[in-house]
């Protein structure tokens, strides 16, 4: 998201963002259950309102925050056009800092449990399945196949699991 031109929009953005990774880092640390409203503070080193000031509730801080990550992989599964676009999206997932890939999964089991959040998995769904048929356009019958192969490896990294990321390609080259 592109910072406000306005400063106060931009230090209260910032300060929005801030709360969201601190969510993210305490989700990645002890789940969902850790997050309540003097972790949070605590972790991004705000008072205690600033949480309530910027979220309605920890709830919506934690959905806040399942919104922002899927919005972020939804974003990126919308403009990969190769197989190296979505190895290099898996690759990152890897790369990235385990807690915070343990938070994502923990926040998407978190909508899983919620009728109300499902919308956002379907979101990622159909961006992963949209972006299979973009890979594999003659060969429908091979997507699910590229879909569940990219949910095993995020999960792998999640896990600290080995991970082949060649398999996308030998999926996408028949």
């Known amino acids: 998201m592109p910072e406000p031109a306005d400063g106060r929009l931009r230090k209260g953005e910032r300060r929005r963002r801030s709360l969201l990774d601190a969510t993210l880092r305490l989700v990645g640390r002890g789940g969902t259950a850790a997050v309540t409203q003097r972790a949070v503070a605590a972790e991004a080193g705000v008072p205690p309102s600033a949480v309530l000031y910027y979220f309605a509730s920890v709830d919506g801080l934690l959905v806040a925050a399942l919104t922002s990550v899927n919005d972020r992989y939804v974003a990126r599964l919308d403009t990969l056009d190769t197989i190296e676009d979505l190895v290099e999206l898996v ?5 990235q800092d385990r807690l915070l890939t343990i938070a994502e999964y923990e926040l998407f089991l978190h909508a899983a449990r919620r009728e109300d959040l499902r919308a956002e998995l379907r979101r990622w769904d159909t961006a992963l399945a949209g972006a299979a048929a973009r890979l594999l356009p003659a060969a429908a019958d091979r997507r699910p196949l590229l879909v569940a192969a990219v949910n095993g490896l995020c999960l792998a990294a999640a896990l600290g699991s080995p991970h082949d990321t060649g398999v996308l390609a030998r999926l996408v080259d028949g």
């Open 91 to 95: 690759e990152d997932c890897a790369r």
